[in-house]
């Protein structure tokens, strides 16, 4: 049964940095594209950032280049999400996700956790 837990999520003021982790099972990981996506109240959920299975390559959305850094380790089965100078506009549930065959903007995921809720206020 494939699983993937979002942790560290939480409230936090503007200027403040957070790390989420996502623990997987289930699957082969160390094969898979790792990304994590968020979706603010009332909007669609967007593409965050992407780290290949071998981690060599990571890809962000221009919202969070510079700020936000995506890791993974392969012997953990776990992939996190630095999150730096946080702002209001970051307030969102991030989820991890994990593709097989997926482009850069992350299209193309197969598995998806539910989610962790980061609420960044003034």
């Known amino acids: 049964q494939v699983q993937l837990v979002e942790s560290g999520g939480g409230l936090v003021q503007v200027g403040d940095s957070l790390r989420l982790s996502c623990a997987a099972s289930g699957f082969l990981f160390k094969t898979y594209t790792m990304g994590w996506f968020r979706q603010a109240p009332g909007k669609a959920r967007e593409f965050v950032a992407l780290i290949s299975w071998s981690g060599i390559s990571t890809y962000y959305a221009d919202s969070v280049k510079g700020r936000f850094i995506i890791s993974r380790d392969n012997a953990k089965n776990t992939v996190w999400l630095q999150m730096n100078n946080l702002n209001l506009e970051d307030t969102a549930v991030y989820y991890c996700?994990?593709?097989?065959?997926?482009?850069?903007?992350?299209?193309?995921?197969?598995?998806w956790g539910k989610g962790t809720l980061v609420t960044v206020s003034s």
């Open positions: 996700a994990a593709g097989g065959t997926v482009t850069q903007t992350g299209d193309g995921m197969d598995y």
